[in-house]
């Protein structure tokens, strides 16, 4: 799938939201943001200066991010939580802002919780597993 620019801007922008709401950035955010930015094709200069100053950026808004078409919003709620959890703790304002956007882009909210539950805390998300969901429908 051709993903259009403008959703890739927005996943990345969602997905520094998600690593900011805790007020917190873990390395394992920073890698997964570098990761999925690096395969989005933005220029690791970009990323890493916003990197830098996420947590005092007042530019980036907690919006929710709305995308061209629900398998697009699907995989960010998948990589968004994945995210989330990637630091081992996951803040109730880090899931209201991802269910907040998959209910902007039209996701039932029991597709959400479904996805939610896929996740277990206890047992962590290896950083090793680099399978995000958008990998599955970029074009490479």
């Known amino acids: 799938m051709e993903i259009p620019y ?25 890698e997964i943001i570098r990761e999925i930015g690096e395969k989005l094709g933005f220029a690791s200069d970009f990323y890493e200066d916003i990197l830098k100053t996420l947590l005092a950026n007042k530019y980036i808004l907690n919006d929710p991010i709305k995308f061209s078409n629900k398998t697009i919003a699907q995989s960010f709620i998948e990589d968004g939580l994945k995210l ?10 880090e899931v209201d802002w991802l269910r907040d956007t998959a209910l902007a882009n039209d996701l039932d909210d029991v597709w959400f919780e479904n996805t939610l539950k896929e996740f277990d805390i206890s047992s962590g998300i290896p950083l090793n597993n680099k399978n995000f969901a958008i990998y599955s429908i970029l074009q490479v």
Not at 6 to 30: C, M, R, T
Not at 86 to 93: E, P, Y
């Open 6 to 30: 403008q959703d890739k801007s927005n996943y990345l922008k969602g997905l520094l939201i998600v690593a900011k709401i805790d007020k917190q950035l873990a390395s394992q955010e920073k």
């Open 84 to 93: 989330a959890f990637s630091d081992d703790r996951i803040t109730d304002s």
